[in-house]
């Protein structure tokens, strides 16, 4: 059984910083790209990062970029989502999955709310 379990999430001033991760289970993690979305309140579910399964190459939406960066850890299992500048935009529920950006390929897990707000 495929499963994601998302933490980190937290509430954070504007311009502070969280790190998300998001350990994974019941597939062959290395095998597949991953990445992170979010869904803020009203809203759809989008893509902000995506890494590739051997961790070389990744992409970030625009409004995340220079701010946010993905990571992995083979050996656990894990991909991490360290994100930096943190705006009161970035308040969101956040999810990962496997696939590459708009691709899921899995159930959601439940996610980690992450609130910017002073």
């Known amino acids: 059984q495929v499963q994601f379990v998302e933490s980190g999430g937290a509430l954070v001033q504007p311009g502070g910083s969280l790190r998300l991760s998001c350990v994974t289970s019941g597939f062959k993690f290395n095998k597949h790209d991953m990445s992170w979305y979010r869904q803020a309140p009203g809203k759809e579910r989008r893509p902000v990062a995506a890494i590739t399964d051997d961790g070389e190459s990744t992409k970030f939406a625009d409004s995340v970029k220079g701010r946010f960066t993905i990571f992995r850890d083979k050996d656990k299992d894990t991909v991490y989502l360290q994100m930096n500048s943190l705006k009161p935009e970035d308040t969101a529920v956040y999810y990962c999955?496997?696939?590459?950006?708009?691709?899921?390929?899995?159930?959601w897990g439940r996610g980690t709310q992450v609130t910017v707000s002073s």
């Open positions: 999955n496997a696939g590459w950006w708009i691709g899921a390929l899995f159930s």
